[in-house]
């Protein structure tokens, strides 16, 4: 079977970790799966002269065995000497410590990619240590960066990310913040006037991504941020369209549980795009794509237009997604590898059915007004 999952950092990784643990339970033996993952590049940044790549570290840490699962970031066994140093030197930014495990992936990339050598191809490099059991393809070669408009009173001038792609973002009286910088140092605090994913516009998708696509007997749609995720994944032109016209089922996880985000500040950029923290209204965000779904129990007793009513446990209608319930909580390893499972059992069951849900309108609008 070849599987096509997008994600992003933390909680796409964590998920990922599930799939490939679930599908070693199902065949232990013959021929193994192959599992594509078009990583985002949009959470990218460049701190001390050093490219960095949030989100497809993440994944490969996390897949190689080197995360540090309790910090929730970064390298296990992680130290942090030339973060030190740099701060004592006054060298910003000081809210982002790149540990010194981290430090040598940074360093490696940077000169690579200096050289001349693509994201995609760096990447693979990358992966020769790691060997993380997926193929790992950025989302793009070219460099997207999500930003985040807010207001400009009262922001601290020093230690920001300075980055030619947020030029003309901002009106008078804003700021565009990099999103790491509104996410790591304000912890989303400012709120955001819109989130632009800069360059996504002229961006083309990575070799291999397309063909991943449209080859893949299943696609998968991991609980990772809907908006500066997956969101900004959707935003390289042609990636969506591709979405659309495989013949593979698309099957989401809620990255939504009781009205809450399952990780980090997602409702915090759900606002900024003007969508309720639901895991309804996340489905939205997808509905030109989405086969299936999979809620947390809580969300599926809830009375909203993707369930039969309340109680409902599964559901399919002309105008969605088959839609079924499942604790969404990844506390454990072993939970990942359930959620992982069930969405592989809704794939089967959108197969089997013949459920072929989503429209071909184009990308809802808090999704279509992202690329810049």
Excluded: K
């Excluded at 291999?208 to 500066?228: H, I, K, Q, T, Y």
């Excluded at 369209?241 to 500040?265: D, I, K, Y």
């Amino acid at each position: 079977m070849r599987i096509t999952a997008l994600s992003g950092g933390v909680g796409g990784a964590r998920f990922l970790r599930g799939l490939l643990d679930a599908l070693a339970e199902r065949r232990p033996t013959g021929p193994a799966d192959e599992v594509v993952v078009i990583g985002n590049t949009a959470d990218d940044v460049t701190l001390h002269g050093l490219r960095v790549c949030p989100d497809l570290d993440s994944v490969m840490y996390t897949l190689g065995g080197g995360a540090d699962d309790e910090r929730g970031w970064g390298r296990a066994g992680e130290t942090f000497a030339v973060a030190r140093e740099l701060a004592a030197h006054g060298d910003p930014p000081g809210w982002f410590s790149l540990g010194d495990r981290d430090l040598a992936t940074h360093v490696l990339r940077s000169r690579l990619l200096a050289e001349g050598a693509p994201l995609s191809a760096v990447t693979r490099r990358l992966c020769e240590r790691w060997r993380p059991g997926v193929e790992l393809l950025p989302m793009t070669d070219d460099r997207v960066e999500t930003h985040v408009v807010v207001d400009a009173a009262g922001l601290p001038e020093d230690g920001s990310v300075r980055s030619p792609l947020a030029e003309g973002l901002a009106g008078p009286g804003e700021r565009a913040l990099h999103f790491q910088e509104w996410w790591v140092r304000h912890h989303a605090a400012p709120a955001a006037r819109r989130i632009a994913v800069a360059g996504a516009r002229a961006a083309r998708p990575g070799p291999g991504v397309l063909e991943a696509l449209a080859g893949a007997d299943v696609v998968l749609l991991p609980p990772s941020n809907p908006v500066v995720s997956l969101g900004a994944v959707l935003a390289v032109p042609g990636l969506r369209e591709a979405l659309r016209t495989t013949s593979a089922p698309v099957v989401g996880v809620s990255p939504v549980v009781g009205g809450a985000p399952v990780r980090g500040m997602a409702d915090a950029c759900l606002r900024a795009v003007g969508v309720p923290t639901t895991a309804a209204a996340v489905a939205g965000l997808y509905a030109d794509v989405l086969d299936g779904w999979l809620v947390h129990p809580s969300d599926a007793l809830q009375d909203d237009p993707l369930t039969d009513g309340p109680g409902a446990e599964e559901s399919t209608s002309p105008a969605g997604p088959l839609v079924r319930a499942e604790p969404l909580l990844m506390t454990t390893p072993a939970d990942a590898a359930r959620i992982a499972a069930a969405a592989l059992d809704v794939a089967e069951s959108v197969r089997g059915l013949d459920l072929r849900s989503r429209s071909r309108a184009g990308a809802p609008a808090a999704h279509a007004g992202l690329a810049a």
